[in-house]
């Protein structure tokens, strides 16, 4: 049962790592595509408010 217990999670490691192999070979990518710069992040948007109140409420109905 120790022996189970010790090469059950070895065998799975393995299993995952042949599916990686598999899916590289299967999905090839160009070099340019895996090494594509980093995206620049986005220019702050100014910030608008809204028109400011009188503070006082509306009426009511």
């Known amino acids: 049962m120790a022996l189970l217990a010790v090469l059950i ?4 490691l393995g299993v995952v790592l042949v599916l990686g192999r598999y899916e590289e070979l299967l999905l090839p990518q160009d070099d ?4 594509e710069p980093a995206a620049a992040p986005p220019a ?4 608008v408010s ?3 109140s009188s503070g ?3 009426p009511a109905p």
């Open 50 to 52: 809204s028109p400011a």
């Open 44 to 47: 702050a948007a100014a910030v």
């Open 9 to 12: 999670p070895v065998l799975m």
């Open 56 to 58: 006082t409420p509306a």
């Open 32 to 35: 340019a595509d895996r090494r």
